[in-house]
């Protein structure tokens, strides 16, 4: 044991540097921090951040150029085989055998840890009963949603009780309710397991569920502290602004956006806009300004992190992009669904879905993993064929037509879906041709669109060189060079930090407000406000359909409204069963 590792720490890092062959600038560089034992631990950051490669640093998996990592007061990588026996790690993609059932994948993994016969039965009951997959053992992993796969990979890396566990965005493309569960089991596991817990995620409202944060940008630890230190530093910086009588919140949020020389951040929360000001006793300004009265609010561990980070960087100002369509005046539907069903074999995945999205209506797909949302917008973007009802899109039959539907729309995958291996102006400029753009307005699209998406320093680069954010900013570029008259975005914030995530639906916003159309799902519920209206779904049918104020009601928050849905309608699935 070195002297300045202690015992009672369970993970240390210091000065700690990875690099890659052949890379210009280091995967993380000089970290340092200390890690109390049994505690609940953030790593927060965007893609690209380093959140990884520090996980599997600590994970055993890759050991730095420089620095040293410690576990329990102990150089790991001088003691590898004894201290990783003691350490469980959960990758994004958690290695679980699809043509296993749960039981068996259970089964493979206690083999692995080398449990005995009667340690692992106790422990397979303990684990499926805290996960809530007991009802599920012998289901293929395969057919697991999401949320449920990603419990059953918690509790295989849960079996052997390791020390440390090692959580790599757990809940990343999770909805709100299997998110809540996964935290109730790490939070259990943390107190009653005195496990140490190491979570990486993006979402800052799991993070303030921790005893400890840990910031990553570029590779670089900027913040570490307790998420109450964190957000005391926006304290008097953060108030509610209501919009006025007929006014979207999401166009108020976008004016104190625009207002740079004030406004910090701006966020709808519970059908007004969580505005956060640059300094103390700029709220007066602002509220002469829009001529309406602000009302205080703690601060959160967003707000806090926001401030700091402020202070280290210059003011980010907010673009927006243009479109070349004006607002319409039809009161048609652009959209119209009636009854759709989709069905895989015996399995319906969609069952009888009705809705209307009218032009410049941002529309809202949401629902918890398996509810049948992708397949409804796989339909709508004419990826899958209708098994039965009617579906229209731009005016086309979309049954009959599905090629001709599809040149009126623009598609983001929530994957990166684009060639890696082409430069930035070679993607653009092949979806270009394919879209049927060529010569000169080929050349003055591309141009537009790589200025109003900050592209223009990154042409020439491969994109597969690129940030996890800029590859985003790239596949919503391509989705827009034929100027489509309905944009389908699938999870477009997935995995992006705070200022970016706000970026996006400030070009959504003024898209929408030009008369672009916009379908988009999301499992962030505080970017479901930005809709005019919203749709639920949940075991492929439709739970509700309305504004996100109707939606709400009287719940606190879209995540708590979301939850309320979803579990009122499995209860009354049970009750009738």
């Known amino acids: 044991m070195t002297d300045h590792f202690s015992s009672t720490v369970a993970l240390s890092m210091r000065g700690v540097t990875r690099r890659e062959r052949g890379a210009g600038s280091a995967l993380i560089h000089d970290i340092s921090f200390d890690v109390k034992a049994g505690s609940l631990v953030a790593l927060v950051g965007a893609d690209g951040a380093g959140k990884t490669t520090l996980m599997r640093t600590a994970a055993g998996l890759l050991k730095p150029q420089e620095g040293d990592v410690c576990l329990f007061g102990e150089n790991l990588y001088q003691n590898l085989n004894r201290l990783q026996a003691e350490c469980g790690y959960m990758p994004q993609q958690f290695g679980l055998y699809a043509d296993l059932s749960v039981r068996e994948n259970l089964l493979l993994y206690a083999d692995l840890f080398g449990l005995t016969d009667k340690a692992r039965e106790a422990r397979f009951t303990e684990l499926l009963s805290m996960t809530g997959l007991a009802p599920f053992t012998e289901r293929l992993a395969g057919k697991l949603s999401g949320g449920m796969k990603q419990k059953l ?26 998110r809540k569960e996964l935290w109730r089991i790490l939070i259990d596991s943390a107190r009653t397991e005195l496990m140490t817990v190491v979570v990486a995620t993006t979402y800052m409202d799991e993070a303030s569920l921790c005893d400890q944060v840990l910031v990553l940008e570029d590779g670089k630890l900027v913040l570490s502290d307790t998420p109450q230190a964190i957000a005391e530093h926006a304290r008097g910086l953060v108030f509610a602004v209501n919009p006025a009588d007929g006014e979207k919140v999401r166009d108020l949020q976008a004016g104190l956006l625009d207002d740079t020389e004030c406004v910090l951040d701006a966020v709808p929360e519970a059908g007004s806009v969580r505005v956060l000001v640059r300094e103390k006793g700029q709220s007066v300004a602002l509220q002469e300004r829009l001529r309406r009265e602000l009302t205080a609010l703690n601060p959160r561990l967003e707000d806090g992190y926001l401030v700091l980070r402020a202070r280290n960087e210059a003011p980010w100002a907010y673009s927006v992009i243009h479109s070349q369509f004006s607002p319409s005046s039809s009161s048609a539907p652009l959209v119209r669904a009636h009854d759709l ?41 004419g990826l899958l064929t209708v098994t039965s009802g009617e579906l229209e899109v731009a005016g086309i039959d979309i049954k009959k037509d599905r090629e001709a539907a599809r040149e009126q729309l623009g598609y983001m995958s929530q994957k990166f879906a684009l060639y890696g291996d082409l430069s930035v102006r070679q993607n653009m ?106 749709l639920i779904q ?40």
């Open 538 to 577: 949940d075991g492929g049918k439709p739970l509700i359909v309305g504004t996100p104020e109707a939606v709400r009601g009287d719940s606190r928050s879209m995540d708590e409204a979301f939850i309320r849905v979803v579990k009122a309608f499995r209860d009354h699935e049970r009750s009738a069963s």
């Open 341 to 381: 069903v989709r069905r895989f074999g015996d399995f319906v995945a969609v069952d009888r879905t009705s809705f209307d999205v009218f032009p410049g209506e941002i529309f809202g797909l949401l629902g918890p993993n398996g509810a049948g949302k992708t397949t409804t917008f796989k339909m709508l973007c």
């Open 153 to 178: 990979g918690l509790a295989c890396a849960l079996l052997n009780r390791p020390k440390l566990l090692l959580l790599d965005e757990p809940s990343v493309g999770v909805d709100p309710l299997s």
């Open 429 to 534: 400029t092949f979806f270009a041709q394919a879209y049927g753009l060529f010569d000169q307005k080929m050349q003055d699209r591309i141009a537009a669109l790589s200025r109003e998406f900050h592209l223009n320093d990154v042409l020439d680069r491969p994109a597969k060189t690129l940030s996890g954010g800029i590859k985003q900013r790239l596949a919503m570029a391509v989705a827009l060079l034929h100027n489509p008259k309905i944009l389908f975005l699938d999870e477009p914030t997935s995995g992006a930090d705070v200022p970016t995530r706000r970026q996006f639906w400030r070009w959504m916003t003024a898209l929408s407000a030009a008369g672009t159309t916009i379908i988009v799902t999301t499992h962030f519920m505080e970017e479901a406000q930005y809709c005019d209206r919203l």
